[in-house]
Structure formats: C-alpha cells, structure tokens
C-alpha cells in the first residue's frame, strides 16, 4: 500500500484556506466542487484532493479558484499569487474597485488578516498562523523563515516551487493538469552554485516540466528542469522558456541579428526555425535538467 505523503505545513495551511473560503462562498455563489472542478478542466475529485491538503495547491488551480470565489489569490495562497505575476502575468489581486475595503498597495499579510477577519471563520487557529507566516514570508521576498522549517545539511534549504505548467519541447502548449514527477523540491543554493548553476536570489528559481521530444536528448519528456523567471530576455544563447504565438516553449535559442532568433531543437529530426525577436516572450532561463535515468 502506498504511504500517505505529507504535505508541507504552509502548503496544507493555503489547502485549508482555500477549502474555508469555498465554505464561506459556496452559498452565495452557488458554487460546487463539481462546477469548480468543470471551470479547472479536472474532476470533482482532483478538486477534493486539493481542499483536503492530499494535493498541494498549484498555479492553475489557484487562479480558477480565485475567480469562482471571487477573492484574489492573495486570500489563499501568496506564493502561487507571486507565481502567477511573475510567470504568466495574470492579475492576482483585486483591484481597488473589485476590493473597496483594501488599502491602496495592500500587502499579502494585510490581505490575508483581511481575509482571515473576514471569511476565515472556518479555520484553526494554527493554520490561521501558518497562513499569514506564508504571506509575511512571501512580503519578505519569498524567504519563507518559520520554526517549522528545519535547517539542511547544508544549512541553506529553501522550497523550490513547481508551475503547473506543461512547457513543449516540440509544438507549443498550454496549460494543462496532469500528474508530475515532482512537486516542490527542497534544495541547497549552495549545493546548486557548486554544480554550477548560476543565479541571483533562490526565490527566482522554479520547476517546470518539459513536454514532448524536440530536445531530446538533452530534454526528455517529462523532464523536471529548474529555471530562473528573473530573466525575462535574451541574455545569450541558451535553453529558454517563453510564449511565442499564444504557446508555451522550451527550446534552445540563438541571437542571428537583425531582431531575429533561430529557434532550435536539439533532437535533429526538427529543423530549426527563425522567429522574431518582438514576438518572442521569454518567462524564464533553465538552468538544469534534472534527468533520471534508469540502472
């Protein structure tokens, strides 16, 4: 029988705030598990597993949430709000007009103990303090330091977040709920900088999967890569991820002049092509691959 995971205790605290806004909203607005689960493309069954903290909470379900129970997301879970921004730039808030009880350039604490005095009847006082210790953090910038969290054996431990995101390495994609590898990952940025991996601040690091054959056999399907959404343009030739023509990318990029960049895949059954520098939307740099390999 397969052991029950665990979740993190700021992922089970943004699991028991989402399920306690739901409660507080489901009356007035006629909401179900099952018309949530129909607007989030899942079944009411996925939905019950995030709300009971089986599952954690990820960016797509966070934002179709957020819109069903009318509360930004914020209210439920300041990381994936941070996610959502700096990914994707899908609104995460309200604005002051959908809000008019919130202070203009309010917080993620300051929205969280407004929403916690609001609509947080429903949740215990522990997961009332695991909450606002998550947007306190997530203000600080994303360094998330509560008693809860032990050192590393390096002394340096941070979460690393993963997008639900399905990136191609082949024809574009949107998107998409389906089972990973991975979930969020804790590494040393220390252990990371010795292998080489080079970057600024930890909190700009994420995990995407790869989707599709195109890179292979630097990228595998279904890969698990750690990127930097801190580097939102051609910094060089490399692998990036980014949007072009409405679709979500990762391929090897090269600078040819003239605001054009060669789009390469390094599978070599796929020819490269040549696109336009302004219509190319870089969200990240990948930074590793974190291939498994069979022994």
């Known amino acids: 029988m397969t052991k029950k995971r665990i979740l993190p205790p700021d992922r089970m605290a943004e699991c028991e705030a989402a399920h306690a806004l739901f409660l507080a909203k489901k009356n ?3 909401l179900s598990q099952k018309k949530i689960a129909d607007a989030a493309g899942m079944t009411p069954a996925a939905v019950n597993l995030y709300f009971k903290g089986i599952n954690p909470l990820n960016a797509q379900f966070a934002a ?14 300041p990381r994936l709000a941070e996610e959502i921004r700096n990914l994707v730039g899908v609104p995460s808030t309200k604005t002051e007009a959908d809000e008019p009880n919130a202070k203009p350039g309010a917080s993620a604490a300051e ?5 916690l005095g609001r609509s947080g009847k429903n949740l215990s006082e522990d997961a009332r303090r695991r909450l606002l210790a998550v947007a306190e953090a997530a203000d600080g910038g994303g360094a998330i330091e509560v008693d809860y969290y032990r050192p590393g054996v390096a002394g340096d431990e941070v979460w690393i977040a993963h997008y639900d995101v399905r990136a191609a390495m082949g024809g574009g994609q949107i998107p998409h709920d389906y089972p990973e590898m991975l979930q969020d990952v804790r590494v040393s940025p220390q252990h990371l900088r010795e292998m080489g991996v080079e970057f600024k601040e930890h909190f700009h690091l994420k995990m995407v ?9 630097t990228i595998k399907h279904r890969d698990p890569l750690l990127v930097d959404i801190s580097i939102r343009e051609f910094v060089g030739d490399g692998i990036y991820m980014f949007s072009w023509e409405g679709h979500l990318y990762i391929k090897r990029l090269q600078w040819v002049g003239d605001d054009q960049i060669k789009m390469i895949s390094d599978n070599t059954m796929h020819p490269p092509q040549t696109i ?6 870089i969200q990240a740099r990948v930074l590793l691959v974190w291939n498994a390999h069979l022994v």
């Open 111 to 115: 929205i969280v103990r407004e929403m």
């Open 209 to 217: 999967t790869g989707w599709g054959q195109s890179m292979a056999p």
């Open 64 to 77: 179709v949430l957020a819109r069903m129970i009318q509360e930004p997301v914020e209210a439920f879970s």
């Open 276 to 281: 336009r520098a302004d219509e190319t939307y």
């Open 28 to 30: 007035e607005l006629k």
